[in-house]
């Protein structure tokens, strides 16, 4: 067993003895559930990911929180932009439908 092997599992058995000895501490967190979650990981570019801590800081909210809004506004955005697409082409459907109808009314012989 080489020195660094040996270094890694004592730093691991210190770990986990303390993940041990602290297992009732409170944590300055909360975890919140609203309901059912996914983890979806996103690849940016590094000057990007320091972009939006800098936002996030300056917003005083953490930089997950901030993306997390930003691509659910853009979700909810596409689905309007959907919505309204589906409703024209509705209405326009129906227009060509009675405009056919009043042809086919007028026709010579109808």
């Known amino acids: 067993m080489t020195q660094e092997h040996r270094e890694l599992l004592e730093s691991l058995a210190a770990e986990a003895e303390h ?4 297992r009732e501490a409170d944590l300055p967190f909360q975890r919140r ?3 059912p979650h996914l983890v979806y ?3 940016l570019p590094a000057e990007r990911i320091a972009q939006l801590r800098e936002l996030a800081l300056a917003r005083g909210v953490e930089p997950s929180v901030l993306a997390r809004g930003w691509v659910l506004d853009q979700l909810d955005s ?13 209405r326009d ?4 439908t009675d405009r056919l ?8 012989g109808a």
């Open 78 to 90: 596409a689905q309007r932009e959907r919505d309204e697409d589906r409703e024209r082409w509705e």
């Open 101 to 108: 109808r009043r042809l086919l009314d007028e026709r010579p």
């Open 41 to 43: 990981g996103l690849r």
């Open 93 to 96: 459907v129906r227009a060509t």
């Open 33 to 35: 559930s609203s309901g």
């Open 19 to 22: 993940a041990e000895s602290t």
